[in-house]
C-alpha cells in the first residue's frame, strides 16, 4: 500500500521530556503571576513529585524565587507561593524606526526594567552609523540592567521595513536596501562591550514585534486574540495576530498595510509605487494636511493635538480625511480576516479622539458582516505597553520561556 504519510521524528528521549516539562513549569509560573507547587500539578497535569524536581531546577537557576507561604483554606501544610525571579535572564529590544531609537530591557515577568530613547533623523545616515548608535544606547540599557542584577539572553532589532534572514531587505522611509542588521549591530556592541560574550541578534519588522507587545502586555491580556494592529508613524505598518498567532505570510513580508494603493494614480510614494495608503494617512501626510512641517516630527504630533483640542478647522479636516483613508483599507483587511478588534498605535493613539469617528464610519458603512458598528468598542487605542521596543525584547524573553535550559546551559559555557 503506498504511504504518503510524512515520516514521524525519533522518540523524545528522558532528557527532552525533561527540558519540554522545564518549560512547561515555568510558563505556569509566568502566566500565573504566582503559583505554589500544588497549583502548577494541576494546572499542567504532572504530578507533584515531578513538579517539586522541576521547580528546584529552576530555583537553582535562578528563573523562579520562593515568596513565603499561602493557605488553600484546605487540610494540610500551606504551599509556598513561587514567582519569576526579578534578577537573571532578561530581554534587549531595540527599535530603530525613522526620527528616534528606543532600546528596552524585560524582565522574564514582562516588566520594563530599563527604557532609553534618542530623538534623531535616521534617514540621512548610514545605516552602519544608525546601527552604531542603537548599539551605544544598547550599551547604556544594559549597564543600568546589570546594576539590577539583570543578565541579557539576547538582543532583538526592529525596523520599519522588509526583514529576513538577519537583513533588512527594504525600508523605503530609511532608504535602507540588503542591510545585514543583526551583523553590524552585533559587531557595534560587542565592540561596546569586549569584555562581555556576544549576544545572539535577531530581528523583525517593527509593526509585527509592537503586535506581540499588544499581545503578551496589553489587550491580549484582555482576552482578544485576533486583531489587526496598525502602528502610525513616519509611514504605517501593520501586522495581523489571529488566534494568538503573528501572521507572517508566506516570506515574512505579511502587514504591509502602509503601501496598500487607495489612488493608483496618486502620490508617489519612497517604495516607488503610486497612492500608498501612507503618502494619505502616514504622520508627513497629516502634518502636511494641517499646515505643519513634515518633518516636525513628535513636536509636530504635539502641535498637531493641540490644535485639535482648540478645534482649528484645518487639523481637524486633516484627521478626518486621514481616518476616511484608514477606514477604507482598514475595512478590506476586516472583511479578509475578520478580527475582533482594530488596533490603533504609534501617532493614531496619541490621535484617536479625533480620528476614530471617521474611521468608525467607514468600517460601518464597508464591513459586510454588520457586526461591526461605532458602539462595539471594536477600534481601540493600543495599550501605552505595547511599543515595538518592548516587544522585541519581550520576544527574547519568551524564548527563555520555550526553552530554560538552552539558557541555562549556554550561561555555563
Known sequence: MNNNLTPLGPKADKATVRRHNLSLVLRAVHDAGEATRAGIATRVGLTRAAVSSLVEQLLEYGFVTEWGKTSSGQVGRPGTVLKVARTGPAGLGAEINVDYIAVCVVDLAGTDRVRLVEHVDNRVVQPSEVLARAAQLAARALGSAAEQGLVPAGAHVAVPGLVTGGTVRQAPNLGWTRV??????????????????????????????????????????????????????????????????????????????????????????????????????????????????????????????????????????????????????????????????????????????????????????????????????????????????????????????????????????
Not at 341 to 361: F, I, S
Open 180 to 413: 545585514a542588521i543583526e551583523g553590524l549591530f552585533a559587531q557595534a556592541l560587542l565592540a561596546l562591550r569586549p569584555a562581555h560574550r556576544a549576544l545572539p541578534v535577531s530581528s523583525d519588522n517593527e509593526a509585527n514585534v509592537a503586535a506581540l507587545a499588544e499581545l503578551w502586555y496589553g489587550a491580549g491580556t484582555e482576552g482578544v486574540r485576533s486583531f489587526l494592529y496598525l502602528t502610525g508613524e513616519i509611514g504605517i505598518g501593520g501586522a495581523l495576530v489571529l488566534g494568538g498567532e503573528l501572521l507572517r505570510g508566506a516570506h515574512g513580508f505579511a502587514g504591509e498595510i502602509g503601501h496598500m494603493v487607495v489612488d493608483p494614480d496618486g502620490v508617489l510614494c519612497r517604495c516607488g509605487a503610486r497612492g500608498c495608503l501612507e503618502q494619505y494617512a502616514g504622520q508627513g501626510a497629516l502634518l502636511k494636511a494641517a499646515g505643519i512641517g513634515t518633518d516636525a516630527g513628535l513636536l509636530g504630533v504635539a502641535e498637531l493635538r493641540r490644535r485639535a483640542r482648540q478645534a482649528d478647522p484645518a487639523v481637524l479636516s486633516a484627521i478626518e480625511r486621514a481616518g476616511r483613508q484608514l477606514g477604507v483599507v482598514v475595512s478590506g483587511a476586516v472583511n479578509l480576516f475578520d478580527p475582533d478588534a482594530v488596533m490603533l498605535g504609534g501617532v493614531y493613539r496619541e490621535l484617536m479622539e479625533w480620528l476614530a469617528p471617521a474611521v468608525e464610519a467607514e468600517l460601518a458603512r464597508r464591513v459586510v458582516s454588520g457586526l461591526w458598528s461605532q458602539d462595539r468598542g471594536r477600534l481601540r487605542a493600543a495599550s501605552p505597553l505595547g511599543d515595538a521596543a518592548r516587544g522585541a525584547a519581550g520576544v527574547i524573553v519568551r524564548e527563555v520561556l520555550a526553552d530554560p535550559a538552552a539558557y541555562a546551559e549556554r550561561d555555563d559555557d
